[in-house]
């Protein structure tokens, strides 16, 4: 799961982000409304944590964008304004939740577990599609006769096409969700990573095919 942290307190930003990884997430970090902008129109995060006071743009308008945009996903708005028209006003706007500062960082990931509809503890998730299930604890994809080691980015591109079956998926989509949206990655190396999902798929006997959509991208389908 990729998050995006968007706060002007960058020692804050940076604790936040440093927890997010500890905790097993993958984040990105920006401390001004243009930056929010660009990294969130990338449409590679899963949540963005969105800071209401920020140079340059309020987050509101930012989230007012993103939505706009068609971006689905998951905000949570932190403020240190905490008058209920404030808090109204962001969820109206399309927040999933808000947040007054100062926060606990335990309450923090509770309110993105939340909204992510995601279990208590992120090492316990399985993800199914079809014949398949991807362990996000350990790594593995299980098939109907055996199962095999993923390495992280293998795993990272199966989890975005299992929560995206029968759906073609840009290359740029892609790149950015699994690499980053400032990685400079070569379109080669996501044709291997497509070229090794594939012989594992066909490891585990599964029926499950990742489809190429020329000159868009892949989508994961189950054969009928």
Known sequence: ?????????????NIISDRLNREGYKSDICHDGEDAVYYASQNAYDLILLDRMLPGQSGTDILKHIRASGIQAHV?????LNAIGD????LDTGADDY??????????????RAVSR???KIEDDNIVFADITLSLTN??????????????????LMEMFIKNPNRVLKRASIIAKVWGPDTDVEDGNLDNYIHFLRRRLKAVNSSVMIRTARGLGYSLEANK
């Not at 799961?1 to 930003?13: A, S």
């Not at 100062?102 to 309450?107: A, I, N, Q, S």
């Not at 095999?148 to 990272?156: D, P, Q, T, V, Y």
């Open 1 to 13: 799961m990729r998050v995006l942290v968007v706060e002007d307190d960058t020692d804050l930003c």
């Open 76 to 80: 949570i708005i932190t403020t240190a």
């Open 99 to 112: 947040l007054v500062k100062p926060y606990d960082m335990d309450e923090l990931l509770a309110r993105i």
């Open 118 to 120: 995601r279990p208590a």
């Open 87 to 90: 808090r109204i006003e962001g």
């Open 139 to 156: 790594l593995t994809l299980t098939g109907p006769s055996d199962a095999r080691e993923l390495s992280g980015r293998e795993a990272a």
